[in-house]
């Protein structure tokens, strides 16, 4: 990264705040922005959360669910020790031996999120199209583990296939919504998908 890359990232608001704060990425405070404008993280939840580390949502999620509550992340990254209701998965969550350890760790739950990001190569449409990529398999874990009424919550770079992948979710929430955090940088593709109200079929 250059010296200009970093002048700006110490100059901005939301990483002094996050190291003030004691949080391990600014990302934490977008977590806690859709949390408190959309309500879908309560004490005693069963949180799984997708493409964790640092694990600056993990604090987020871990705090507000608190000791009844549960949460499980998923990274590539291997992820520092954070709290006592938190357990880390190492490894990519598009797997099958992810998902079949998901499944033992968390079989049901009330929220699923997802910060993942691709690896970035520059081209708009290849990253748009790894970013649906990585929506779709949310989406899928989504509907293996969650609740009815339940919460899936994803990030997504802006681009063409969204529409189709925002038809998917209407189709499986009874609402779904576009957020943009005020702390995701404006210069930034992403944004937030929050689709509640899953609508679970009968086994
Ligand atoms: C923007 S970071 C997440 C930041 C996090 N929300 C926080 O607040 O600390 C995106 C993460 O997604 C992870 N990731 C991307 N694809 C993944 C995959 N297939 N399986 C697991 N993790 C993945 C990356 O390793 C990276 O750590």
Not at 28 to 45: D, N, T, V
Not at 52 to 66: E, K, L, N
Not at 147 to 162: A, E, N, P, R, S
Request: charged share 30%; hydrophobic share 40%.
């Amino acid at each position: 990264m250059g010296k200009r890359w970093l002048r700006e990232k110490k100059r901005d608001y939301y990483y002094r705040k996050a190291k003030m704060e004691n949080y391990r990425s600014r990302a934490a405070y977008k977590l806690l922005q859709l949390s408190s404008k959309f309500r879908f993280l309560r004490r005693g939840f069963r949180v799984i959360e997708l493409g964790c580390a640092p694990g600056g949502w993990t604090q987020v999620a871990s705090r507000i669910v608190g000791e009844e509550g549960r949460v499980v992340g998923v990274d590539l990254q291997r992820v520092e020790w954070v709290a006592e209701n938190v357990e880390v998965i190492q490894g990519d969550f598009t797997s099958q031996e992810v998902r079949l350890r998901l499944r033992e760790l968390m079989p049901e739950c009330e929220v699923v999120l997802s910060d993942a990001s691709p690896g970035i190569s520059g081209v708009w449409s290849v990253d748009h199209a790894r970013s649906i990529a990585l929506c779709e398999a949310a989406l899928e874990i989504a509907e293996e583990h969650l609740v009815d009424g339940g919460t899936l919550v994803t990030k997504v770079f802006q681009g063409d296939m969204l529409q189709e992948f925002l038809g998917k979710l209407r189709s499986r929430f009874r609402h779904v919504r576009i957020a943009k955090p005020g702390a995701s940088r404006k210069r930034s593709a992403e944004v937030y998908l929050v689709a509640l109200g899953y609508r679970k079929m009968a086994e």
